[in-house]
C-alpha cells in the first residue's frame, strides 16, 4: 500500500515563498517518479514540476525559474520550494508517484497566495 502525505500549504502574500513536503510510504519510491499538480476549481489538474529516480526534472512555463523540486531518496520524500509566488499560484497542489502502469495521489494541501 502506497500512501502520500502533503504538508506545507497555507496563506502567503505575493512575492513570498512556501515549501511544500510529501512523505510517502512503500518500498518504490526510489524508482518512481514523482510529481506536483495543482488543481483550482473548474480546471483540470495540470502538472508542476516532476523529478526521476535519478535526479531530472521537469517544470510547467508558468513556474520556471520560481520553483524547485527535489527529492530524498533515503528518507521517501519529496518537496517543492515555490518561491517568488503569485496570485495565480493558488490552488490545491497534489503530490503524485507515478511507476509504470500505476499512479498514487495524496490528499491535496492548499496554497493561496493573496494579500
Known amino acids: 500500500q502506497v500512501q502520500l502525505v502533503e504538508s506545507g500549504g497555507g496563506l502567503v502574500q505575493p512575492g513570498g515563498s512556501l515549501r511544500l513536503s510529501c512523505e510517502t510510504s512503500?518500498?518504490?519510491?526510489?524508482?518512481?517518479?514523482m510529481g506536483w499538480y495543482r488543481q483550482t476549481p473548474g480546471k483540470e489538474r495540470e502538472l508542476v514540476a516532476d523529478?526521476?529516480?535519478?535526479?531530472?526534472?521537469n517544470y510547467a512555463d508558468s513556474v520556471k525559474g520560481r520553483f524547485t523540486i527535489s527529492r530524498d531518496n533515503a528518507k521517501n520524500t519529496v518537496a517543492l520550494q515555490m518561491n517568488s509566488l503569485k496570485p495565480e499560484d493558488t490552488a490545491v497542489y497534489y503530490c503524485?508517484?507515478?511507476?509504470?502502469?500505476?499512479?498514487?495521489w495524496g490528499q491535496g494541501t492548499q496554497v493561496t497566495v493573496s494579500s
Open positions: 512503500g518500498s518504490i519510491f526510489s524508482i518512481a517518479v
Open positions: 523529478i526521476t529516480s535519478g535526479g531530472s526534472t
Open positions: 503524485n508517484l507515478n511507476i509504470p502502469g500505476r499512479g498514487f
